[in-house]
Antibody, heavy 121, light 108 residues
Framework: QVQLQQSGPGLVKPSQTLSLTCAIS??????????WNWIRQSPSRGLEWLGR?????????DYGVSVKSRITINPDTSKNQFSLQLKSVTPEDTAVYYC???????????WGQGTTVTVSS | EIVLTQSPGTLSLSPGERATLSCRAS???????VAWYQQKPGQAPRLLIY???SRATGIPDRFSGSGSGTDFTLTISRLDPEDFAVYFC?????????FGPGTKVDFK
């Protein structure tokens, strides 16, 4: 079955870039039926979808309104994984970050284990 | 973006009772692309329902979803002790996905 394994630092300093990676097993980041998402969760903001990347005939990306100016989600076909970069972080970006995958019609049916990221000096 | 509102915020029930959770969207959700997730403390959300009414793989038939347009419902026909958790709705009918704030189902 499909599994997602997240990695990345748990502590990031304010104004720096948050970087996380999600390694995929049992599926391909280049799958033409799956989209690969990043979501975060905090007590103040609840569950917040950050964005996604997916391949059809080309690579596509969609980003959430609140982070659109600071976020990049990139696929890495050589390692079968995808990454999240969030620039210029503030303490408001402190949250549990999840990667998740799903088909266009089927919601997000596979999730990573979550990474707690704290933004603090 | 589409804003989702869930009610009630908390639902206090006993095992064996029926739970009815509501999710309302600020505008019509295309293709009824609404999903429901269950989350327990320290765990990632788990997909229960997609496309408003289709059960995900391995989900017991006591969970059912319904609705269209702007109003959607998750029903748990008879609460099992393992069902006490937080439930979120999510819309994916637009290119910008959004989640509702959640309904907590706890023990009465």
């Amino acid at each position: 079955q499909v599994q997602l394994q997240q990695s990345g630092p748990g502590l990031v300093k304010p104004s720096q870039t948050l970087s996380l990676t999600c390694a995929i097993s049992g599926d391909s980041v280049s799958s033409k039926s799956t989209a690969w998402n990043w979501i975060r969760q905090s007590p103040s903001r609840g569950l917040e979808w950050l964005g996604r990347t997916y391949y059809r005939t080309n690579w596509y990306h969609d980003y959430g309104v609140s982070v659109k100016s600071r976020i990049t989600i990139n696929p890495d076909t050589s390692k079968n994984q995808f990454s999240l970069q969030l620039k210029s972080v503030t303490p408001e970006d402190t949250a549990v970050y999840y990667c998740a995958g799903g088909t266009g019609a089927g919601g997000m049916d596979v999730w990573g284990q979550g990474t707690t990221v704290t933004v603090s000096s | 973006e589409i804003v989702l509102t869930q009610s009630p915020g908390t639902l206090s029930l006993s095992p064996g009772e029926r739970a009815t959770l509501s999710c309302r969207a600020s505008q019509s959700v295309s293709n009824s692309y609404v999903a429901w997730y269950q989350q327990k403390p320290g765990q990632a959300p788990r997909l229960l329902i997609y496309g408003a009414s289709s059960r995900a793989t391995g989900i017991p038939d006591r969970f059912s979803g319904s609705g269209s347009g702007t109003d959607f419902t998750l029903t748990i026909s008879r609460l099992d002790p393992e069902d006490f958790a937080v439930y979120f709705c999510q819309q994916y009918g637009s290119s910008l996905f959004t989640f509702g704030p959640g309904t907590k189902v706890d023990f009465k």
